[in-house]
């Protein structure tokens, strides 16, 4: 082998390398622990799984890669826009829901797609039910108006934009005690 073969470990080395401590599983992909973890990083180590460039990273793995926690979810957390269907096995597959989305919630970087910090914080204050809510969006909220500037406004806009959707109060009403929870009034209604 020659220093510019790169180095193929079976699938069950790397399992067992995750096990040791060396590797993070993430889905179908692993990423080495001593790799500085940025969201282009952690949105790079995702893109084998994803397999077609409509799938969007959301959710809790979203929130993973903007940093808002240390530990990603077991299962990939993915969504594709209803106006880009894909096949229906590879849906299943990635278990990626079908939702409604502008291009303006969507953040790609170096190809790959992400729901935007906004649509990721409004979308787990919506639909997650994890124990550690709460600090995840506090920690989220804390993030996001120190180094992207969003607002009190901003959030309530992404709420307001789609005054159907489902579960928009109960989002309000966890926002609002996240904020309390940063101890940074960003939601005033």
């Given at each position: 082998?020659?220093?510019?073969t790169?180095?193929?470990?079976?699938d069950?080395?790397?399992?067992a390398?995750?096990?040791?401590?060396e590797?993070?599983?993430?889905?179908?992909s692993y990423?080495?622990?001593?790799v500085p973890?940025?969201?282009r990083?952690?949105?790079?180590a995702?893109?084998?799984a994803?397999?077609?460039?409509?799938?969007?990273?959301?959710?809790?793995?979203?929130?993973?890669?903007?940093?808002?926690?240390?530990?990603a979810?077991?299962?990939?957390?993915?969504?594709v826009?209803?106006?880009?269907?894909?096949?229906?096995?590879a849906?299943?597959t990635?278990?990626?829901r079908?939702?409604?989305?502008e291009l303006?919630?969507?953040?790609?970087l170096d190809?790959?797609?992400i729901?935007?910090?906004?649509?990721?914080?409004v979308?787990?204050?919506?639909?997650?039910?994890?124990d550690?809510l709460?600090?995840?969006?506090a920690?989220a909220?804390?993030?996001?108006?120190?180094?992207?500037?969003?607002?009190?406004?901003?959030?309530d806009?992404?709420?307001?934009?789609?005054?159907?959707a489902?579960?928009?109060?109960?989002?309000?009403?966890?926002l609002?005690?996240a904020?309390?929870?940063?101890?940074?009034p960003?939601?005033?209604?």
């Amino acid at each position: 082998m020659t220093s510019s073969t790169p180095l193929r470990l079976t699938d069950t080395e790397m399992r067992a390398a995750a096990l040791d401590g060396e590797l993070l599983p993430l889905g179908a992909s692993y990423l080495p622990l001593d790799v500085p973890l940025d969201p282009r990083t952690r949105l790079m180590a995702l893109a084998p799984a994803l397999g077609d460039d409509r799938i969007i990273i959301a959710a809790r793995y979203a929130a993973w890669v903007w940093g808002w926690t240390e530990s990603a979810c077991p299962t990939l957390c993915c969504c594709v826009s209803s106006r880009h269907r894909i096949p229906s096995t590879a849906r299943r597959t990635l278990a990626a829901r079908e939702v409604v989305i502008e291009l303006d919630e969507i953040a790609r970087l170096d190809g790959v797609a992400i729901t935007t910090p906004l649509r990721t914080l409004v979308d787990l204050a919506r639909h997650d039910e994890g124990d550690d809510l709460p600090r995840l969006l506090a920690s989220a909220l804390q993030e996001t108006a120190v180094t992207r500037g969003l607002s009190a406004e901003c959030i309530d806009e992404a709420l307001r934009r789609r005054p159907t959707a489902a579960h928009t109060r109960r989002a309000r009403v966890r926002l609002r005690q996240a904020s309390a929870e940063a101890a940074q009034p960003l939601l005033t209604r």
